[in-house]
């Protein structure tokens, strides 16, 4: 396969191709990024294997999107790129709109008009997310819930959501689309949730919890994520399909901060718990999120790899690491 992936400097396209740029020497990447602040170092691990490419080129521009499809002529599109960050989105959305919406237009737009009516083997993967669906108070979402997002990052990801299915049913394109919960693992950005903890209670600063800290979120390991996207695209019956990707792992955020604090105590001998600091809520705070990955657990050869506490240990670990 020749497989372009947007986003791959990103944390989890990142982590999508270390796990399989090396392990695929007949498969080649292309990782399509604009280098923003949250990018991490994927060029400098993978730029000496013949199998890798990198352009720096931004979806929102039409005519540069267009010319790497057509330089490097894919059969497998995996689209990650997107502005996720919800505080962001919130104190400006328009960074949000371009990139999540135009440049998924954008890209959807040139894939079509490459492929044409070559069809065969051919797949555009959209990686969405739990949020789309707002929240729920009891119970889970499966891939048929509506589509009633609450914030302008949710928004603009289900905006781009049902454009790529409006191109699967206009144009007959190939599109699979997996929903996932919260990520987490090594590389992450510290302006998200539990890199946020770590890097405070080591720095010895505040950690603030907004609101009570009872929002619930359902969090899965970055690789085990990785690891259903490759099987999604890998498996041609899978074409057509939405998938839910879960391990349900759904804790309150008080919880998510307990467990990782414990953790780092016994890495460091320190202790952490007076750092928490509870501050205003944020704006439009969705209370609960939680998947249901039925379906996906019943056509796949897939299951979780790491609990959460195995996880929580690796990520711990690599900041641990990267600090010192």
Not at 55 to 64: K, P, Q, T
Not at 166 to 190: D, E, L, R, V
Not at 198 to 217: D, F, Q, W
Request: proline share 5%; charged share 20%.
């Amino acid at each position: 396969m020749k497989i372009l992936v947007t986003g791959g400097s990103g944390f989890i396209g990142s982590h999508f191709l270390r796990q399989y740029v090396q392990s695929n020497p007949n498969h080649t990447f292309f990782n399509l990024d604009k280098l923003t602040y949250a990018s991490t170092p994927i060029n400098e691990e993978l730029q000496h294997y013949p199998n890798y490419q990198f352009g720096e080129i931004d979806l929102y521009d039409a005519a540069s999107t267009a010319e790497a499809i057509q330089n490097f002529a894919p059969d497998t599109i995996v689209h990650f790129a997107a502005e996720t960050h919800v505080d962001r989105s919130i104190n400006d959305g328009r960074p949000f709109l371009h990139s999540n919406i135009e440049g998924t237009y954008n890209l959807l737009v040139a894939a079509r008009d490459f492929w044409k009516d070559d069809l065969a083997n051919k797949r555009f993967h959209f990686i969405s997310t739990d949020e789309i669906f707002g929240s729920i108070e009891t119970g889970s979402f499966d891939e048929n819930s509506p589509i009633q997002p609450q914030n302008v990052y949710s928004a603009s990801k289900a905006s781009a959501h049902q454009l790529v299915l409006a191109f699967q049913n206009t144009y007959q394109m190939p599109i699979s689309i997996s929903i996932c919960s919260n990520n987490f693992g090594p590389f992450q950005n510290c302006e998200k949730f539990i890199p946020t903890l770590i890097e405070n209670a080591l720095a010895k600063k505040p950690i603030p919890i907004y609101g009570s800290g009872l929002n619930v979120r359902d969090w899965i390991y970055v690789e085990d994520h990785c690891r259903a996207i490759w099987e999604i695209i890998t498996t041609p019956t899978f074409c057509f399909e939405t998938f839910n990707i879960s391990a349900q792992n759904r804790y309150t955020n008080l919880e998510i901060t307990q467990k990782v604090l414990i953790q780092l105590s016994k890495e460091t001998g320190e202790h952490y718990f007076q750092l928490i600091k509870h501050v205003e809520d944020r704006k439009g705070h969705d209370l609960r999120y939680a998947l249901n990955p039925a379906k996906f657990l019943r056509c796949a050869n897939w299951r979780p790899q790491f609990s959460l506490e195995a996880g929580l240990e690796k990520t711990i670990d690599f900041y641990l690491h990267r600090n010192n």
